[in-house]
């Protein structure tokens, strides 16, 4: 018996046409080597960065963190905002004007233009950072969507990134149905497609309330998961595909609704946190740990 559920394990992703995840069981170990640089693959141009182990960042000192004139230049009042003072009050898509949509399409256009976007989708289809199918999913997404928030703020500063209710709006924004970008990858350029309800239905409001029922992290975040791969599944097309889902910025809108699930729940559910420890709790590639995805507040954001 035993024996037939681990054969049955082991080959469910292959005949399975459904998901079903157990996190206890799918703990592999966490090695994580730094990727060659893709924003730096010139050795001569952007020396030791294009290396396998860039130089490490050494944040200036808060004195030194502007340029100041020299004294007799100076001229009142010559301030330098400082850069932890970034807030952003995600709004639902539905509520965003149609300036609000504009600037957020230039933003990502913008990005995608100048080889930004290209490598954050890349670092998402390396499964060496265990970011699905895991307890690391959750914290780790909320980093990677504010990678991506503070892209689109470089561009613009008055973006932030929408979230899409798909529980409640059950349908594709219409305001982005004519918008599939071009995104270079490693793998060559991809085209974003869609084939909106093809092959899921989407969760709705009741299956949504049903996961603040839920009392331990692991279940609560495994359930959540499932919903989130439903929706991907229910856009199609390049939502379908872990390696160019993010190339489809309905892929952060989703992904957006889900952290604010997991933020209302995380209030309601006070000090129960992923189960993480050593270099499973450092959410590689960046250097972020899971205690500090906790507190979307000090992360700078909030949902409205
Ligand atoms: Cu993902």
Redesign the pocket.
């Known amino acids: 018996m035993a024996e037939q559920e681990q054969e049955s394990r082991y080959r469910r992703p292959t005949y399975l046409p459904y998901r079903r995840t157990d996190y206890e069981a799918e703990r592999h170990e966490h090695g994580y080597h730094e990727p060659p640089s893709q924003r730096y693959p010139n050795r001569r141009i952007y020396g030791a960065y294009a290396t396998e182990e860039p130089p490490p960042y050494v944040p200036h000192p808060y004195d030194h963190s502007c340029f100041k004139p020299r004294e007799e230049d100076y001229k009142p009042p010559a301030e330098c905002e400082p850069t932890d003072a970034r807030r952003c009050a995600r709004p639902n898509q539905r509520a965003l004007t149609s300036d609000q949509q504009t600037r957020f399409l230039n933003a990502f256009t913008q990005l995608n233009n100048m080889s930004a976007l290209g490598p954050l989708v890349d670092i ?1 289809s390396n499964s060496v950072h265990q ?2 199918n895991h307890p690391r999913f959750l914290p780790w ?1 909320r980093i990677y969507l504010l990678r991506l928030e503070e892209l689109l703020q470089m561009v613009d500063p008055t973006v932030c990134l929408p979230y899409w209710n798909s529980s409640v709006d059950q349908a594709f924004p219409a305001w982005l149905s004519t918008f599939t970008p071009t995104v270079n990858l490693m793998t060559g350029p991809h085209t974003v497609t869609r084939n909106v309800g093809a092959f899921a239905t989407l969760p709705d409001a009741a299956a949504v309330a049903a996961l603040q029922g839920i009392g331990s992290f692991n279940t609560f975040a495994n359930a959540l998961e499932g919903i989130h791969d439903s929706g991907h599944v229910w856009v199609g097309g390049s939502m379908m595909s ?1 390696p160019t ?1 993010p190339c489809d910025p309905i892929f952060w809108m989703h ?1 957006a609704e889900i952290d604010r699930i997991w933020s209302e729940w995380q209030v309601a559910n006070p000090g129960q946190n992923p189960p993480l420890a050593g270099p499973a709790a450092v959410m590689d590639p960046w250097t972020e740990t899971e205690p500090d995805t906790r507190d979307i507040t000090a992360l700078g954001y909030s949902y409205v």
């Open positions: 998402h970011m699905h997404h872990v889902a992904h």
